[in-house]
Nanobody, 119 residues
């Protein structure tokens, strides 16, 4: 069983930056592909970014946030980071991290971390 935990959310002003962290335990972290999603209350959860076991070269970012978000991983710390810059006023989102073994299998979700961008 893989346990995924997000952290780093909070309140930030528009134009500011925030770095979210996703830590996973219960499996060899370097064998996990990791993705970030966000969800606005009442809407579908949407994919934001993902990173494979290949590290930076395997990173993918959703078009709407391209240029404002980067994803990276540090396997020594069992952590994937989501660096968000130039944040826009979009109310409150909850960011979720999902881990999955690179060969497939179950998805493991964290409990989410809330991000509020104020004007």
């Amino acid at each position: 069983q893989v346990q995924v935990v997000e952290s780093g959310g909070g309140l930030v002003q528009a134009g500011g930056s925030l770095r979210l962290s996703c830590s996973a335990s219960g499996s060899t972290f370097s064998s996990l592909t990791v993705a970030w999603y966000r969800q606005v209350p009442g809407k579908e959860r949407e994919w934001v970014a993902g990173i494979g076991i290949g590290g930076a070269g395997s990173a993918k970012i959703a078009d709407p946030v391209l240029g404002r978000i980067t994803i990276s991983r540090d396997n020594r710390k069992n952590t994937v980071y989501l660096q968000m810059n130039s944040l826009k006023v979009e109310g409150t989102d909850v960011y979720y991290c999902k881990g999955r073994h690179f060969a497939g299998g179950s998805d493991y979700w964290g409990q989410g971390t809330q991000v509020t961008v104020s004007s």
